[in-house]
């Protein structure tokens, strides 16, 4: 096994991106995921790939559609105020049906908002972004360790449905530091894309990668095909971690950095013999309802753990059906919440329920 | 000699072709409709054409084959 | 026996053109250029948003419809995807190339990305129906300007050329037209130059070629490439506006 060495998250997310097999890397500087394109910047002219600095976010999503259309794997980084940018692109991307992963580490909004971690863009993320009806594939990792992973993940997701894959961090995932492996990552190749646009030797028929389709019968079967390939991801991808849930009376819903503050307020209210537990989506789209379901059961009530107002509370309550209270425990504008606070607010709960 | 095709159903009847014939051999049939609703051109004496292409050149819809 | 007749690398389909739009006679330029340098199988063309948004049913090489005014970004990815096995062109209009994607076109010019543009300057938004474009002439009217355009509520037409080559970056900037025989002769050496510099690596090469829209200039196909000589041309010069090969071989 390779040593693990120390690296910032936005660093591994660059550094398993190369790893998997991406040789294109297309951003514009924004805060606090500037360290992906600093790294890219540095590694890609070496190993014979394309590092650009693009005019502007909505040119660098349309680099990357023309990369996916070519049949490479290619990725763009931004924060916040930059993928609202680049929803023009990631809607083309989604009727075009191209592979690309797209990465969000979260800032405070709305507006210019702030620089400091959030989750506020979860609507944005897992409702689409752009125009139309369409999904990205979500993944929302906890640890530096999961952003490398879920990095290669993406990418492989991603060409399996030939859709867009999309990390949704937060800054304190960017930002911060953990031992990481990197060499370990296991790499699936990318598969044969016989409908890229690569140029058609004179051996085949034109390929077409468009998303304009004029005649509504037409562009209702393709929406509709599409949905059939989402309810496929739904059944096969997704993806969540469970922690003392199975005899848990409160149930924590939390991802990214609140999923850690949360786990450390379960263990304290455990310890003060409360039942709580914690469900951590690892995919957000496709939401694990699943899970929810199942604890709707048992559990007396859940609590969404969010550092924004209140977005993925929505599909907590519809994943439990509305059997439950599902409250709110929050943070918002570029603050977290300590596990003191949630801890709070499991007591409140138990209060209540006891 | 110089011989003029027509695809007779993908013209428009823009007439571009028609100013273009330094001859002024072509013209639009009046009398014709095509398949698209359009008036087509014509050539009313294949005799003089001498090949020169220009109505090959201003045709917008690529209808014209010149063999010469 | 010479032969004039459809490139290979034009599809044997109508086009949804307007009777007498240029469009037509610019498509088959650049599918005769495509032939003549053999570079179908190795082509990707990138179709803009406007009245060409469906020119990839009419190219026989693999096409990609990009956002509107995206195209060089676009076409900046697909070319560097494979720098050596793809000659990339965009097709593009006038709202789509010098309004809605003119970052887009200026810094893929600045960055002498080595791919070919073919930029069609019919002073109008054709597709939506005649609106004012960014190089609508001044006093033109149309939907949006409907008692003419006004610079002082709307500016100046931009002329594209003139403004790129105040660039470093782009090598190659040309002004045609195909409002007659021998200017559809010019504006194909000028294509056929625009797409040779890129096999040969040289860079940023657009040829924007004044073209008419008769139905949105409410004329004859014939009035239309008449008003092209008498309006069109004396506000948009035709001419090479900048070749840096050629440049500094003069130097030398």
């Known amino acids: 096994m390779a040593d693990k060495i120390l690296m910032k998250g936005n660093e591994a997310i660059a550094a398993a991106a190369i790893k998997a097999g991406c040789m294109h890397y297309f951003g514009y500087p924004i805060t606090p995921q500037t360290e992906i394109a600093a790294y890219m910047a540095k590694v890609m002219p070496k190993i014979g790939g394309t590092f650009l600095q693009a005019e502007s976010e909505i040119a660098a999503i349309n680099m990357v559609y023309g990369v996916a259309s070519a049949g490479k794997r290619v990725m763009t980084s931004s924060s916040s105020p930059g993928v609202s940018l680049k929803g023009e692109g990631l809607s083309y991307l989604a009727g075009s049906d191209l592979p690309a992963l797209i990465v969000n580490v979260q800032r405070g909004g709305p507006g210019l908002g702030g620089i400091q971690p959030s989750q506020s863009d979860y609507f944005q993320s897992t409702r689409g972004g752009g125009h139309g009806d369409y999904h990205m594939i979500v993944l929302a990792p906890a640890s530096v360790q999961e952003m490398a992973e879920l990095t290669v993940k993406g990418f492989e997701l991603a060409d399996t449905y030939r859709m867009t894959a999309m990390i949704l961090a937060d800054g304190t995932m960017g930002q911060m530091m953990e031992p990481v492996s990197i060499d370990d990552l296991k790499v699936n190749p990318a598969p044969e894309k016989p409908w890229a646009t690569t140029g058609t030797k004179m051996a085949r028929e034109h390929n077409i990668v468009n998303s304009l389709s004029l005649v509504p019968e037409e562009l209702e079967e393709l929406n509709f095909k599409r949905y059939d390939r989402y309810k496929v ?34 263990d304290e209210a ?9 469900i951590r989506p690892i995919t957000l789209w496709p939401f694990p309802k699943a899970p929810f379901k199942a604890a709707a059961e048992h559990a007396k009530a859940f609590i969404s753990v969010e550092l924004n107002m209140g977005q993925m509370i929505e599909d907590v309550i519809l994943a439990t059906e509305s059997k439950r209270p599902v409250t709110l425990c929050n943070r918002a504008g570029g603050m977290i919440p300590d596990p003191a606070q949630v801890l709070n607010a499991i007591k409140e709960v138990n209060g209540g329920i006891a | 000699m110089a011989k003029l095709t027509f695809k007779t159903d993908n013209c428009k009847g823009c007439a571009l072709c028609v100013d273009a014939c330094p001859k002024g051999i072509l013209q639009i049939a009046t009398d014709k409709i095509n398949k698209k609703g359009h008036h087509p051109v014509e050539c009313t004496d294949m005799e003089q054409c001498i090949g020169c292409a220009s109505c090959y050149m201003m045709c917008p819809d690529c209808i014209i084959k010149v063999e010469r | ?14 086009l949804h053109y307007c009777p007498g739009c240029t469009h037509g006679i610019v498509h088959r330029l650049v599918a005769e250029v495509i032939d003549e340098l053999g570079i179908e199988g190795k082509t990707i063309g990138i179709a803009p948003v406007g009245c060409s948004v469906m020119a990839y049913n009419y190219f026989n090489c693999d096409m990609i419809e990009a956002a509107h005014g995206r195209a060089p970004a676009v076409a900046t990815g697909v070319k560097r995807a494979d720098p050596e096995n793809h000659i990339v062109f965009t097709y593009q209009g006038d709202g789509d190339l010098a309004s809605i994607g003119m970052a887009e076109t200026v810094h893929a010019a600045a960055r002498n990305e080595n791919i070919t543009v073919i930029f069609i300057n019919n002073a109008i938004y054709g597709m939506t129906g005649g609106q004012m474009a960014p190089t609508s002439l001044v006093g033109q009217v149309t939907q949006t300007s409907p008692y003419g355009r006004d610079p002082k509520a709307c500016g100046y037409p931009i002329k ?35 797409f040779q510099n890129q096999i040969d690596g040289k860079g940023f090469s657009l040829v924007e070629v004044v073209s008419s829209c008769p139905t949105n200039w409410g004329m004859t196909p014939k009035q239309a490439l008449e008003w092209i000589e008498s309006d069109m041309l004396p506000y948009y010069p035709l001419g090479v506006y900048k070749d840096r090969s050629a440049e500094q071989k003069e130097a030398e």
Do not use: Q
Not at chain 1, 234 to 260: C, H, K, P, Q, S
Not at chain 3, 170 to 185: A, F, G, I, M, Q
């Open chain 1, 270 to 278: 455990r310890k003060l013999g409360i039942k709580a537990g914690l």
């Open chain 1, 233 to 266: 991801i739904e059944e096969n991808e997704t993806m969540y971690e469970e922690y003392m849930v199975e005899d848990a009376d409160i149930v924590l819903a939390a991802f990214g950095i609140a999923a850690r503050v949360s786990k450390n307020a379960v």
């Open chain 3, 1 to 14: 026996m010479a032969v004039f007749e459809k490139p290979h690398a034009l599809i044997d389909v109508p």
């Open chain 3, 160 to 194: 594209v050329c003139e403004m790129l080559s105040e660039l470093v970056g782009p090598e190659y900037l040309e002004r045609v037209t195909v409002n007659n025989v021998k200017n559809v002769r010019n504006a194909k050496k000028a294509i056929k130059k625009a």
